[in-house]
């Protein structure tokens, strides 16, 4: 009888406080977003699945713990923690990206760069409710709308804080339809919501063999700390315009990308253990994350509004929405919202050109906040 | 330390202004530099007609440079073709004292006297590089006239 009890006493029952079933509960509410909602799948139910693994609650020092030192789950979070998974992601997207959209229309990059004003204002935000520097710009970052970004830059800055941020950062990435359109439509008026853009020019091959070299160039020339992300981003790229590297591209992005998605949704979601998630900290990031969230699709549509004072013809100021760099969840909410108003408006590939630099942007802020806070 | 104050103590302000600009800056370049490469390369991918455009332009400002009338005579004329030929045999551009050891050992009628005719005449025209070249519009337009 002492046995079982005994036995009793380190089972998850016994351990468990009400913190680890709400944490479960979130899992099992990621978990059903991702599947019968079809919001962002392929980061929500690792996210979810792992929230679930790292919740239930284990007996200190058998090396179960994803913060005990000799666990296996420590060890896949080494990937998080020493900034691995975000690079490797980078590599992927960069061989699954069409830049041809951007070289056609440059100034549709512009809008990437506005909306990542958020990031910085949320920055602001944070520091005035009491966060440290280097967790105000890890928060920040959220409004980048780019979790490897932000888990990348909260790796280096706040290694505390990955757990809220990343989760934060993913949960608003797959709320992006739930999100933009309320402040797409309040900052835009039905007449320029109808706007159609032109037809892009054609892209030669040269051309984006050539630009994933100049962009890494330019950029990392201007924001060094950038190279880690933006590196691999135009080495993705340029295997896969190079064509003759094809076999390395189609690796990038499908084995590659797809083993660090399992790998990090996994560990992220095992790192937010309800004792370490469940802060006041926490729902302030949360609170920041959707507010930054906000304030950069704001931006990004301000700014296209801005333009359209000079350009001839004007552009849809939907695709400043894009420019926060969920690719492609905000280029596809932004031909939604455009054909609600007009079912024969296409505005998906004209909003992939700020979607895309929005990725860049957001990379090149991160770079920048981690070098002003070394 | 909270609100404004803790802006201000952690150098907030200058840290986003400055932070927004550096992206702008990236971006505002890259997008730039982007919206030139095609006309760079349409440069790039007719380079071969420009450089033949521009070797026109040079060689048309070489016969623009005045040069001394030569009596047209028979002697000049069989000359100029005798060294013609011989030049043909060389690749273009051809070295000068090359030529005129070709044509010693062809035994050609005073060659340095011809060959400074020829240059006189600008049918043997300074490549700019130190070597030479047969200008043909200068030979048909004399022997044209003829």
């Keep these: ?374 | 330390m909270k609100g404004l104050e803790a802006i201000t103590f952690y150098n907030g302000w200058n840290i986003s202004a400055t932070g927004i600009c550096i992206v702008f800056t990236a971006l505002v370049t890259l997008s730039f530099i982007i919206s030139q490469l095609h006309k760079g390369l349409i440069i790039w991918e007719k380079k071969d007609e420009y450089i033949k455009k521009a070797g026109k332009l040079f060689s048309r400002t070489k016969k623009t440079v005045p040069r001394r009338k030569i009596k047209a005579s028979e002697s000049f004329n069989e000359s100029a073709r005798q060294f013609h030929v011989l030049i043909q045999s060389m690749k273009d551009p051809f070295s000068l004292p090359k030529l005129i050891m070709l044509a010693i050992k062809i035994d050609l009628m005073r060659p340095h006297s011809t060959v400074n005719d020829l240059l006189a005449a600008g049918l043997i025209v300074p490549d700019g590089k130190g070597l030479y070249y047969w200008d043909h519009d200068v030979y048909t337009t004399i022997f044209e006239k003829e």
């Design chain 1, 1 to 374: 009888m002492e046995l079982l009890m005994d036995f009793f006493t380190n089972t998850g029952f016994a351990l468990a406080d009400y913190r680890n079933f709400i944490m479960i509960g979130i899992g099992c509410i990621f978990i059903y977003l991702g599947i019968a909602k079809h919001y962002e799948p392929l980061l929500l139910v690792p996210i979810g699945f792992g929230i679930l693994v790292g919740n239930i609650p284990v007996f200190k020092g058998l090396g179960l713990g994803i913060y005990e030192n000799n666990s296996v789950l420590h060890y896949l979070y080494l990937g998080v923690t020493q900034g691995v998974y975000p690079p490797l992601i980078f590599l992927g997207i960069g061989a699954m990206t069409d830049f041809s959209t951007l070289l056609a229309r440059p100034v549709l990059m512009l809008l990437g760069a506005a909306a990542q004003a958020g990031i910085f204002i949320t920055f602001l935000g944070a520091l005035a409710l009491g966060f440290s520097p280097n967790e105000a710009a890890s928060i920040g970052i959220i409004g980048g709308a780019d979790g490897p970004t932000a888990i990348f830059l909260t790796a280096a800055l706040a290694k505390d804080l990955i757990g809220p941020i990343a989760v934060a950062a993913y949960s608003y990435m797959a709320l992006v339809p739930v999100i933009q359109p309320p402040i797409m439509r309040l900052l835009t008026t039905r007449k320029e919501r109808l706007i159609r853009m032109e037809e892009p020019r054609t892209v030669s091959k040269t051309e984006k063999m050539i630009f994933p070299i100049v962009a890494l160039l330019l950029c990392c020339f201007i924001a060094p700390a950038a190279i880690p992300l933006l590196g691999m981003l135009c080495f993705g790229n340029l295997l896969k315009e190079a064509v003759v590297t094809e076999r390395l591209a189609v690796t990038a992005r499908t084995a590659v990308i797809d083993t660090v998605t399992i790998l990090l949704g996994l560990t992220v979601g095992a790192s937010t253990q309800a004792d370490v998630f469940l802060t006041p900290k926490s729902v302030l990031i949360f609170v920041l994350g959707a507010a930054s969230f906000c304030v950069a699709t704001a931006c990004g549509l301000l700014f296209a509004k801005f333009l359209n004072l000079f350009l001839r013809p004007k552009i849809n100021p939907l695709l400043g929405a894009a420019g926060v760099s969920a690719v492609p969840d905000s280029a596809r909410v932004v031909q939604i919202v455009g054909q609600q108003e007009d079912p024969t408006n296409f505005l998906l590939m004209h909003a992939m050109a700020p979607n895309i630099s929005g990725v860049i942007g957001s990379a090149v802020a991160a770079g920048v906040l981690w070098s002003f806070m070394m």
